[in-house]
């Protein structure tokens, strides 16, 4: 397992987790976080799942126009289990808990499957994907996105793009700069703290039939 915090490859080991800080670090990148034996499981969990492709969710869709018709599954339980026992908890509920104010703390996970032409424009995970009207939705504070691919070539695309916003610029979409571009390698985690900007690039057809297979969601507060 290596860890990388930001563009710097630290060489840590796992258990080095445990004093990560969201609030020193806001993106965490670790490769190797799955073996391919725990790939192979969510991937055959995946083959189970019931799919729904981006045109057939409209209000999705709304959100992320463009984007090819990448598909969304809801996790099964027993994968969700597996996954929330081996994420970094610690470093997770101190940066989750730091906000004032919580009232109630709130998980979500899904699968995606992204094919040749699919892809996620640039967004900053505050607002994209609710559909309830006239509720206060919970806040996302951190995303994560980890791969259960087998194999990913660099020439498939499928880049997660981190952005930081140019000091000087203001409004709701400021004049950003890329921080981080994070290829989605077989088996690794990446975490960071929201609202940040960030993209999905679209899969290259050079990809065939291979698909960019991912568990992604958020840990959300919900506030007095
Ligand atoms: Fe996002």
């Known amino acids: 397992m290596k ?3 930001g563009q710097v490859q630290a060489g840590q080991s796992c258990a080095d987790l445990e004093d990560f800080s969201f609030h020193r670090t806001p993106v965490l990148v670790v490769e190797d976080f799955w073996s391919a034996d725990e790939r192979r499981g969510f991937r055959e969990a995946m083959d189970r799942a019931n799919w729904n492709a ?10 992320f126009p463009n984007s090819g018709n990448w598909s969304k599954a809801e996790i099964a339980q027993p994968q969700a289990q597996v996954l929330l026992r081996r994420l970094p908890m610690k470093p997770i509920q101190e940066y989750v ?5 919580i009232k109630g703390r709130h998980l979500g996970f899904s699968y995606y499957s992204y094919g040749a032409g699919d892809c996620l424009l640039t967004h900053d995970d505050t607002a994209q994907g609710y559909q309830t009207i006239g509720k206060a939705a919970p806040l996302r504070r951190l995303a ?3 791969y259960f691919h087998e194999e990913w070539e660099s020439d498939w695309g499928g880049e997660l793009i981190v952005y930081a916003p140019e000091s000087e610029s203001s409004g709701k979409k400021p004049k950003l700069r890329v921080t981080h571009c994070i290829a989605p390698l077989p088996g690794s985690l990446v975490m960071f703290t929201v609202p940040r900007f960030h993209r999905v690039c679209r899969v290259d ?3 065939g039939a291979h698909r960019r297979l991912s568990i992604a969601g958020w840990f959300m507060t919900e506030h007095y």
């Open 3 to 5: 860890v990388h915090s």
């Open 54 to 63: 981006l045109s057939e969710l409209p209000h999705v869709r709304e959100d």
């Open 97 to 101: 808990e730091s906000f004032p104010g």
């Open 144 to 146: 994560m996105v980890t």
């Open 205 to 207: 057809e050079t990809a």
